[in-house]
Structures are given as structure tokens and as C-alpha cells.
């Protein structure tokens, strides 16, 4: 019997295919079990809910910052913008920019590139 008679014949072919469905049907077995026992230790860390603690009442948190006294900011963003201009070529005075509002840009330095 020569190589490729044997490689071909139906039992050959018959054991190859079993040999594959085995291993794929082991393979899928395992990741389903694997993921009942992911889902099991979820269940399992869960902590036990206490019971409902008395409610306290909420303090009133202090006002942050004295919102009157921010002329020093004010002054460092029309510092920044009066140099801005300068770089583009546009000379402004500091006492012709009006400030109406400041947003902070919640971007990275990637985002930004």
C-alpha cells in the first residue's frame, strides 16, 4: 500500500474527521465550563447587602473659592490670549479683550495633536 492510497482511504478519512470533532467538541466543552465558572465567582464575591443604615443629614459643603476674586485669573488669561494674538501677528491690548466665559477642555495631549 503506498502513501497517498493510504492518506485517502475511508478509514484514514474516518479517523481524521473523529479525530476533530473530538478535539473541537473538548475545546467548546472547556469554554463553556470555563464561562459557568467565571459567572459563578461573580455571583460568589458578591457582598451581602446590610441592611439600610439611617439616613444622616447632609451637610451643606463650603463655597470653594471666593468667585469675587478672581482678577489674578482673569489677568494670566488675558496675559495668554494678548500673546496668543502677538504669535499670529494681531498686536491687542489687554484692555480691549472682554472675557464671557471659561471652559475647560477636557482633551488629551493626543487628542489635541
Known amino acids: ?3 497517498l492510497s493510504f492518506c485517502l482511504s475511508a478509514k484514514t478519512m474516518e479517523r481524521a474527521g473523529l479525530n476533530t470533532a473530538l478535539g473541537i467538541g473538548i475545546v467548546f466543552l472547556m469554554l463553556i465550563l470555563i464561562s459557568c465558572i ?3 465567582l ?3 464575591n458578591r457582598p451581602a447587602k446590610a441592611a439600610p443604615a ?3 443629614p ?3 459643603a463650603a463655597p470653594a473659592a471666593d468667585e469675587a476674586d478672581d482678577t489674578e485669573l482673569v489677568a494670566v488669561i ?3 490670549i494678548c ?3 502677538a504669535a499670529q501677528g494681531n498686536a491687542v491690548s489687554p484692555d480691549s ?3 464671557r466665559s471659561i471652559r475647560k477642555v477636557n482633551k488629551s495631549k493626543w487628542q489635541n495633536a
Do not use: F
Open 78 to 80: 488675558a496675559a495668554a
Open 54 to 56: 439611617a439616613k444622616e
Open 58 to 60: 447632609v451637610k451643606q
Open 38 to 40: 467565571i459567572a459563578l
Open 83 to 85: 500673546a496668543y494674538e
Open 42 to 44: 461573580k455571583l460568589a
Open 97 to 99: 479683550l472682554v472675557v
Open 1 to 3: 500500500m503506498d502513501l
